[in-house]
């Protein structure tokens, strides 16, 4: 590593949004579609999800090009989820990022359009990359359709509607973060390490940490939400508790929930470390997730 966590998420993002913005100016659609496409692609994210597909990739190559697409895939995959979380038919929010949600911003049948479009768009970029080889895409196509599909991510938005106005337990409020929110984490560092070609063990221990970040990802998500600041986060605090939402602190405590955090953050420096892989950004990543503030 030659740069800082900071410094290094900044390039990869600039270059994330330069060829997000590229992939779509062309993109031969309705006007109003592609506005509202880009409206929620490009609404200051933080690109969480494909910085850690590269970071993964660059644990084992350089050449970033070669896993670029599939990045832009991911966070379109990403970006459709939160367009159809935030319908008044779900979570029926009004702000995401500080910005008025897709279907405040346009309308509902807008809204469903493009999140639509995002995610059948994503596949075609990586089906159309020039720089896979076919069984490459074959790999891709298969681990992202599985990480969005029925038995993962929309599995875990499923579970966490069921899961409203009710006490879960810590083992039922892991599965649904397991698949909502980890399922694309997973999909992401599996995916560049795969296309770094590292080892079946390295890809092994890999899933395992990708298995804990999610969760930290979540732990994190759920603290902030009580002692966060709402002009870092771009959002209200306090909307769990108001919505009577089962989390971390309110199962735990607020100190309950950070030692399960460092719990979960040991157990993904150790699978790191079995993957060889401590000594790289995933591992400032691990740190970045587990202290963020917003």
Do not use: C, W
């Not at 409203?164 to 599996?190: D, M, P, V, Y």
């Not at 607020?254 to 995933?282: C, I, P, T």
């Amino acid at each position: 590593m030659v740069k800082s966590i900071h410094s290094y998420m900044s390039d990869m993002k600039t270059q994330i949004e330069q060829e997000m913005k590229s992939t779509l100016a062309d993109l031969n659609t309705p006007a109003s579609l592609k506005d509202s496409m880009l409206y929620s692609l490009l609404a200051g994210g933080k690109r969480l999800r494909p910085i850690l597909m590269m970071a993964s990739f660059h644990t084992f190559q350089q050449q970033e090009n070669k896993v670029l697409k599939s990045a832009i895939a991911l966070e379109m995959i990403h970006t459709y989820s939160l367009v159809h979380d935030d319908l008044p038919a779900m979570d029926n929010d009004d702000y995401r990022r500080g910005e008025l949600t897709n279907h405040k911003q346009f309308n509902e049948a807008t809204a469903i359009l493009a999140g639509d479009a995002l995610l059948t768009h994503s596949f075609e970029l990586v089906a159309g990359d020039s720089l896979l080889t076919s069984e490459e895409k074959v790999f891709i196509l298969k681990e992202m359709a599985d990480a969005s599909g029925p038995e993962e991510m929309i599995a875990g938005q499923m579970l966490d509607m069921e899961g409203e106005n009710k006490s879960l337990t810590i083992e039922e409020l892991e599965k649904i973060h397991l698949h909502k929110t980890g399922a694309l984490i997973r999909f992401a560092i599996i995916t560049g390490a795969y296309l770094g070609q590292a080892s079946k063990d390295q890809l092994h221990y890999l899933n395992d940490f990708a298995y804990y970040l999610g969760l930290i990802f979540q732990v994190q998500d759920d603290i902030l939400d009580v002692i966060g600041d709402p002009e870092k986060l771009g959002k209200p605090v306090g909307s769990d508790m108001e919505n009577v939402k089962s989390t971390y602190p309110s199962l735990l405590g607020l100190e309950g929930a950070k030692e399960k955090k460092a719990a979960y953050s040991q157990k993904a420096e150790d699978a790191l470390e079995q993957a060889n892989a401590k000594d790289s950004y995933l591992r400032e990543l691990l740190h970045f997730f587990s202290q963020r503030e917003y």
